[in-house]
């Protein structure tokens, strides 16, 4: 196991684009938070009744408890960045014929595929850890030092880095088949951005049909629910995509298992 984190790690570690990416997605995380926390605080600020009636509606969605889920789901609009550097490095293997080289320097295809799979829970796991330093930092800072039930709300990190790790998996499995990382990312931006969330809307207000949440991506989008005052628009709605979360969580795990069962067994069939 030792060798094998070795080995990523020196495919990594010169490799410019994955920093740049990788860096993108470090101020990404707390930028977007920061950005929403600075559009609360100005609304927050008004002297005007509409400024006043905004502040009393939405109370204070950065403050622990609540911060957890609010910034869960502004987070979660950026998955797509470390999507990107997933892509890249398996689509490199086959691009630089790492992959081969691997497997003439004794390794198996399994060890291969465990390599990968180790390359995308580290990732999720940086990413949720820079997600959850992020909420910590901006909650804290918004909370009140004698408040009850800061740490109520801690389980959306494991919600955030089971969402992270799906779509992160996904992401891999579509670089994996196209073995091309400009038509990888192309086509995984299309269906993920625009071909998924239209088939998904359509199926809710055209057909009045929930079978949209069985979308690749849209089970792991489940697991993070709106901030609560964005929920007040319709709190019976709301409600329910509160308790549909646990649903989702097995979902979730079921799809993560196929989609990784199928990556090796494409792997053991695939000509290198």
């Known amino acids: ?23 993108i997605t470090a101020l990404t995380y707390p930028g977007i938070n920061y950005l929403f926390l600075y559009a609360y605080h100005d609304i927050a600020s008004q002297k005007s009744t509409a400024g ?114 799906c779509q992160l998996s996904i992401a891999f499995t579509v670089g994996m088949l196209l073995r091309k990382a400009f038509i990888a990312l192309a086509i995984f931006t299309f269906y993920s951005i625009i071909v998924e969330t239209i088939a998904v809307n359509v199926l809710h207000f055209k057909y009045n049909s929930e079978a949209g949440r069985f979308f690749p991506m849209e089970v792991s989008d489940r697991l993070l629910t709106k901030p609560v005052f964005l929920g007040k628009i319709d709190e019976a709605a709301y409600q329910q995509s509160l308790d549909a979360v646990k649903y989702h969580v097995v979902y979730s795990i079921c799809l993560l298992i196929l989609t990784w069962l199928f990556c090796f067994w494409l792997n053991n069939r695939r000509d290198l």
């Open 1 to 23: 196991m030792t060798q094998i984190i070795r080995t990523e790690w020196l495919k990594i570690k010169n490799y410019p684009a994955f920093w740049w990416v990788f860096g």
């Open 52 to 165: 006043q009636v905004l502040k009393a509606l939405m109370g204070n969605p950065f403050s622990l408890p609540e911060g957890w889920r609010t910034m869960a789901f502004f987070s979660s609009f950026f998955i797509y960045i470390p999507s990107i550097v997933v892509i890249m490095l398996i689509t490199n293997e086959y691009t630089y014929r790492t992959n081969r080289q691997n497997i003439i320097d004794g390794w198996s295809r399994k060890n291969f595929m465990t390599a990968k799979m180790i390359d995308v829970l580290l990732l999720s796991a940086i990413v949720t850890i820079l997600y959850a330093f992020v909420a910590l930092l901006i909650g804290l800072s918004n909370t009140n030092i004698d408040a009850p039930g800061k740490w109520n709300l801690t389980y959306y990190i494991g919600l955030f880095f089971l969402q992270t790790l």
